[in-house]
């Protein structure tokens, strides 16, 4: 149980935050017209979504939005800490 509770603790949160983020980033499309420019635009005073400031290893997201605007991306680094490797973990 407890090497099952690691992985969660790992790559779970992170997971489910980018999945919350994602859903939030949607809704502040349809209701602004565009992504906002950064995570803490979409973060704001929330206390609840403070935690979406940093993955799972407490660094933060990596955040962009495509050039045409019709699009973005979240990405967490992964347990190895560095972007475009394999244990990266990605909006949809």
Do not use: C
Request: aromatic letters at 10%; proline letters at 4%.
């Amino acid at each position: 149980p407890q090497q099952q509770e690691s992985k969660i603790n790992s790559g779970g949160k992170t997971e489910k935050e980018i999945g919350e983020m994602t859903e939030r980033m949607k809704n502040w499309k349809e209701k602004f017209g565009e992504y906002p420019t950064d995570l803490n635009e979409l973060i704001g005073n929330n206390p609840m979504q403070q935690k979406w400031k940093t993955d799972s290893w407490n660094r933060p997201y990596h955040y962009s939005v495509t050039e045409d605007g019709n699009g973005f991306s979240i990405v967490s680094a992964g347990s190895d800490g560095k972007f475009k490797t394999e244990d990266d973990i990605k909006s949809e």
